[in-house]
């Protein structure tokens, strides 16, 4: 060690509220922008077109249950994130309820959920990229070329630093809100139907059971997968947000109720104006791409509008790619620096100057090319299905150990706190995500193809699964001794200390500087870095 450390708190040691190793960058606001620019609330105006030709009118109804849910499961994850402010959120929150082998596979099934999920969002910009150049039917080719050429500006965006990032992204959240508003304004001013026409079936009646159980669960489903994906973001990467304990949880309910008033704003606006769902259904069977156009708002306000926003949805959707990106990546990041994936030493290489995982970004986005490659027909219809299966299992799996760990009388709150309502949060949570998972995962053709074809999200879920329990088997074998022990976690969070003086890591020898974090052991007297086990510098 090149300086001695008192164990006194001043002035060598300053102690710090959470453990980590990626650079805090994120403030309140940053986190926010990384929630809204990954739920995109200007594509309510093309779910919404979708939901019309599925469900008619009253289709918007299926997106209010979806952001009511979510604002429910939003409330609870912010208690966990208050209590575990930790990467890898869903995954570092089962690892604490259930165990490390189930924390395991829910930080699998996550990352599995937004690399599927990428290949969604890049593969509908590039629909969106080829009608901005004059291709309003592009080719397989086509749509995968430009689909992996967004991939890869995605992964040069996310090795910027994180205020390079934060800024591009604001840029992109200010352009959906006003693309939202500006659009949902013009929209009412084409009206051609009364606000009581938004309770109607597809054929004009009134709602009834054979809706309910018919038309509103295919748009039900659809909505599951696209609407405001991406909310439960901040607590994903709660390691680099400032004051995690209590501005995790604030952004993410926060962030949902703005996103959820603009995307229902859009989707009723374009309900009010749409000329009539069979129109609007006969435009989607001729052209299922059609919807991340506008074929609305281009019968509506003419071509030049569709063309602004099939700008604007490039712009947002493109942002969103990143933020997903983002996200995939330090779930794998961190399931390397837990030793829970092959190749764990070589992925956990962090950028020298800004800390980033490049290797972790490059994988995610390879792997997400293949996905788009081997998924020739309505690739992101099937895409966006087969991601939302593993997103919401792995979020039942942290809200089930949640439940257990309430049950036993386990639970200590954070400053972020449900009060008495979390036990029955969590149940509802659970209850609805589960009926939601059900109703995505139902075989259905006009979603996912005709046959064998609609059981795609389902096949895709085995893979990842199978897969998962193979990795999951890998990682603890000989019982788990080479898995990172996470029982010290709560114990040793009141050990972390910023240097006062350099150090030299008792475990890794390499040299730790001042004001950097450090783990400091008081018996033994020595310091260890937060990387020591983990990072690899490149």
Not at 404 to 424: A, C, K, N, Q
Not at 508 to 529: D, G, K, Q, T, Y
Request: glycine residues 8%; aromatic residues 8%; proline residues 3%.
């Amino acid at each position: 060690m090149s300086e001695t450390l008192d164990t006194n708190d001043q002035p060598d040691g300053v102690a710090v509220a959470d453990v980590r190793s990626l650079r805090r960058g994120f403030s309140v606001g940053g986190a926010a922008t990384l929630s809204l620019a990954a739920m995109r609330p200007l594509t309510g105006l093309t779910v919404g077109t979708f939901l019309i030709a599925q469900a008619g009118f009253a289709s918007w109804l299926a997106a209010a249950l979806v952001i009511v849910v979510m604002l429910i499961v939003a409330g609870v994850f912010g208690a966990l994130a208050s209590h575990w402010p930790l990467d890898g959120s869903v995954a570092a929150w089962t690892r604490q309820l259930l165990g490390e082998r189930c924390g395991m596979l829910a930080g699998w099934l996550y990352l599995s959920a937004y690399v599927v999920y990428l290949g969604m969002l890049s593969f509908f910009d590039s629909q969106r990229l080829w009608f901005l150049l004059g291709v309003n039917a592009p080719t397989q080719v086509q749509g995968v070329a430009f689909a992996v050429l967004l991939l890869v500006l995605a992964t040069v965006l996310n090795t910027l630093s994180r205020r390079v990032l934060t800024a591009i992204l604001a840029v992109a959240v200010a352009v959906a809100g006003i693309g939202c508003l500006v659009f949902g304004v013009l929209l009412l001013g084409h009206a051609q139907r009364s606000f009581t026409d938004l309770f109607q079936t597809p054929s004009g009646g009134s709602l009834d059971w054979a809706w309910l159980s018919g038309a509103f669960l295919v748009g039900l489903a659809w909505a599951s997968a696209n609407t405001l994906r991406g909310f439960e973001l901040p607590a994903e990467v709660a390691e680099e947000v400032r004051e995690p304990l209590v501005n995790v949880g604030r952004v993410m309910v926060w962030s949902l109720v703005a996103g959820g008033l603009l995307s229902l704003f859009a989707m009723i606006s374009l309900a009010l104006a749409a000329p009539s769902a069979e129109a609007v259904k006969a435009n989607v069977n001729a052209s299922p791409y059609s919807v991340t156009i506008g074929k609305v708002v281009e019968t509506t306000l003419g071509a030049g509008a569709a063309r602004l926003l099939a700008v604007m949805l490039v712009i947002v959707t493109f942002a969103a790619l990143a933020v997903c990106q983002l996200a995939a990546s330090r779930t794998l990041w961190t399931m390397a620096r837990d030793r829970e994936v092959p190749q764990h030493r070589w992925l956990i290489g962090l950028t020298s100057r800004e800390r980033m995982p490049l290797r972790a970004l490059v994988v995610v986005a390879v792997v997400t090319a293949v996905l788009i490659v081997a998924t020739p027909d309505l690739t992101s219809w099937v895409l966006g299905g087969a991601s939302a299966l593993p997103l919401l299992i792995a979020f039942m799996m942290a809200l089930v150990g949640l439940v257990v760990t309430l049950r036993r009388g386990e639970w200590h709150p954070g400053p972020w706190s449900m009060g008495r309502w979390l036990g029955v949060s969590a149940w509802v949570a659970l209850v609805a995500l589960g009926a939601l998972a059900v109703n995505v995962a139902w075989p259905r053709e006009v979603l996912f193809g005709a046959g064998v074809q609609a059981w795609r999200p389902l096949i895709i879920l085995a893979v990842i699964v199978v897969s998962g329990l193979a990795v999951m088997q890998w990682a603890f074998r000989d019982g788990g001794v080479h898995v990172r022990n996470h029982g010290h976690v709560d114990r040793d969070l009141h050990e972390r200390i910023l240097l006062a003086h350099s150090a030299t890591c008792s475990v890794c020898h390499l040299s730790v500087e001042v004001a950097e974090e450090a783990f400091w052991n008081p018996e033994a007297h020595v310091v260890i870095c937060l990387a020591c086990d983990a990072d690899v510098i490149v």
